[in-house]
């Protein structure tokens, strides 16, 4: 049995003197969710397009994992393709994983933080760096959660692995270039000389 309940009659609101539109229908009908304290992070125009699909789908805990796949039925091997050792699942793919782990030991010594993976939501919004070298730092977390999706896939296919020093390289290349060709003429000379260290 479906319940409806009315808001409006004859292009008018029950309860307003406002006509009624497709927008203001689709906002009373649609579920309102809070916020997510990660949608700067993810949606950073710094970041490339594909990094930011595949982080928001990793915090939607969405991803293929074999442990999934394993719940479904669709397969019998739950071990991780990259380090063939723990089980496969999203926490383990990027926190856990020893290959996981070493690219972000690498990409933290090279771009000089301290907090851990797992606390890179709160450091964003709060961290003790300029604002655009939180933005700089978390485009390339967040690119690096997209090159161990990539590997993970590549490893799975075609049993290669691709270095962790040469994942952090591309990943800051990438991240400086396109965030040169989009600041460089706003940059204040504390920002521009750390970017010139990378």
Request: net charge positive.
């Amino acid at each position: 049995m479906h319940f409806s309940k009315q808001a409006y009659s004859n292009n008018r609101w029950l309860h307003s003197s406002k006509e009624y539109t497709v927008a203001a229908g689709y906002n009373w009908v649609r579920i309102h969710k809070s916020k997510v304290d990660w949608r700067f992070l993810c949606w950073n125009s710094l970041n490339l397009p594909k990094s930011s699909f595949i982080f928001w789908v990793f915090m939607h805990q969405r991803w293929s994992t074999r442990d999934r796949l394993a719940r479904m039925g669709l397969v019998g091997d739950t071990s991780c393709p990259i380090c063939l050792l723990d089980p496969k699942s999203h926490h383990h793919l990027v926190y856990d994983c020893v290959y996981a782990r070493t690219c972000f030991r690498l990409l933290q010594d090279r771009l000089g933080f301290k907090f851990s993976l797992l606390h890179l939501v709160p450091w964003f919004s709060t961290g003790r760096r300029t604002k655009l070298q939180r933005i700089f730092i978390g485009s390339c977390c967040v690119a690096l959660i997209y090159w161990i999706w990539r590997i993970r896939n590549k490893a799975r296919v075609d049993n290669v692995v691709r270095r962790p020093e040469v994942v952090i390289l591309q990943i800051i290349k990438d991240i400086k270039t396109r965030f040169m060709r989009r600041n460089s003429t706003i940059l204040r000379s504390r920002d521009r000389a750390w970017l010139q260290l990378l």
